[in-house]
C-alpha cells in the first residue's frame, strides 16, 4: 500500500481549474428531450475524477493503491439550462474550504458561455478498510493548500448553501 502521490502537482492552480470538454451523449437523453438529471451527476462526477487525476494526485490509481478515497456526504445539483444531444461543455471547478480530511467544492458545467448546472460537495476521505475518517497525506493537504490560496481570490458563488424550498411571495 502507497500514500505517495500518482499524478497531479503542486501548483499552481487555475483559478478557477477548467476541466477537459465533454459531450452529451444520446443515451443520456430522457423523454423530455434534454439531459437527464442522473447523467448531470456523472458529468460532474466524470470531471472531479479527472480533476482528481490530472491535478491533484488523489485519483483513481492513487485511492486502489492507498486503499483510502473521498466518500460524498453531502451534494447539491441545480439545474439552470437544458443540455441537449451532441452539445459540448465543459466543466468549472472551485475548492471552496478543506481541512484535514475534508474538502468542499464547487462546480459549473458550462456550453456556449452559460452555466448550465452547478453542483456543491461536501466529502470526506475515508479509509476503505476501517470505513472510518482518516487524514489526507501530507502531500496532499499540501496541494490543498496550495489550490485554496490560488482560489481564495474568487468570488464566492451566489448559490452557494442555496436551500431548496418553494419561495412564496
Not at 118 to 134: F, I, P
Request: with cysteine; aromatic share 10%; net charge negative.
Amino acid at each position: 500500500m502507497t500514500t505517495d502521490p500518482i499524478g497531479g502537482h503542486d501548483g499552481p492552480y487555475a483559478a478557477p481549474i477548467l476541466v477537459a470538454e465533454q459531450r452529451v451523449l444520446p443515451e443520456w437523453i430522457d423523454y423530455n428531450g434534454h439531459m437527464n438529471v442522473g447523467y448531470y451527476g456523472l458529468a460532474f462526477d466524470r470531471a472531479i475524477d479527472q480533476l482528481f487525476d490530472q491535478q491533484l494526485g488523489n485519483g483513481e490509481a492513487f485511492v486502489r493503491a492507498a486503499e483510502q478515497g473521498l466518500f460524498v456526504l453531502q451534494s447539491s445539483i441545480q439545474f439552470l439550462r437544458e443540455l441537449k444531444q451532441g452539445k459540448s461543455f465543459s466543466v468549472r471547478f472551485q475548492l471552496i474550504d478543506h481541512d484535514h480530511k475534508r474538502i468542499h467544492f464547487w462546480a459549473e458545467i458550462q456550453a456556449e458561455g452559460q452555466i448550465c448546472a452547478t453542483q456543491e460537495v461536501l466529502a470526506m476521505n475515508v479509509d476503505h478498510a476501517s470505513k472510518c475518517a482518516t487524514p489526507f497525506p501530507g502531500w496532499l493537504q499540501a496541494r490543498l493548500a496550495q489550490m485554496q490560496a490560488d482560489h481564495n481570490a474568487l468570488a464566492r458563488p451566489a448559490q452557494l448553501g442555496a436551500k431548496i424550498g418553494i419561495r412564496r411571495g
